[in-house]
Structures are given as C-alpha cells and as structure tokens.
C-alpha cells in the first residue's frame, strides 16, 4: 500500500500505477474531490493503469450526495467498488481518543458489518490490530 497526495505530479504517478496491481482511488462525494478524482482518472487513462474507485465520507441520510456521485462514475462507465466508507461519528471519536475505531467501544461485528466489506472482515479478524 502506498499513500500519495492527492495529485502526484506525472512521474509520481506513473512510477506508483506500474508498480502496484491495482490503483485506488478514494474520493469523498463533494464537488471538488470528485474534480481532482477525475484529473486523475484522465491521467491513469493514458497510462493504462488498473484502478478503482472508492466513494469515502458518505453522508448519512437523508443526504443523497453518496447515490448521486455513485450514479454519476457509474453513468461515466468508470470503475467503482461496490462497498463504499460512510462518514461515521466513530471514526472521528476513535481519532479524537488516538485509537483506531476497530477499536472503539461499538461492538465489533457490528461496526465491521457498517464499514468493510466481507473480505476485510475476515481480515481483520483473522488479523487483530
């Protein structure tokens, strides 16, 4: 896994999208996120890069900002992950206590049946932080 800023400058971004298998892209649902994410996807298109992309900080309802940009990549053809990452008090209140929020005090399995898909459960629990 490799953290990039949000706009790598193009030798950057070609040197990370041949070295990984598969590129993701995480964009929040407002306006400019969205923007940046397709300058980026623009950018990964001319270097044949396998990428996905991943809807973060979605409202909870009755915001319908997450379904809407959801709509729009998958209109655009673009490739997007089914499972996508709601913006949950508890991830502020884990920052807030310096912990992750795998390990806040909801209970697990139902903090990991909100947030990750099947797979990253098994992970985690296989795996414990």
Do not use: W
């Not at 193009?10 to 590129?23: F, H, M, R, S």
């Not at 973060?56 to 655009?76: C, D, M, N, Q, Y």
């Amino acid at each position: 896994m490799i953290d990039t800023p949000a706009r790598p400058d193009p030798d950057e971004l070609k040197t990370v999208a041949e070295g990984c298998d598969l590129l993701i892209l995480p964009s929040s649902p407002d306006a400019m996120a969205l923007t940046a994410m397709v300058q980026m996807v623009e950018a990964l298109h001319s270097l044949k890069s396998n990428y996905r992309i991943l809807l973060t900080l979605i409202p909870p309802a009755p915001s319908k900002v997450g379904i809407e940009s959801r709509r729009t990549i998958e209109k655009a053809e673009l490739p997007i992950f089914k499972a996508e990452i709601r913006r949950l008090a508890v991830f502020q209140k884990a920052a807030l206590a310096g912990f992750l929020s795998v390990l806040s005090k909801m209970p697990m399995p139902k903090l990991l049946g909100v947030v990750m898909p099947l797979s990253a459960r098994r992970y985690c629990l296989d795996h414990p932080f």
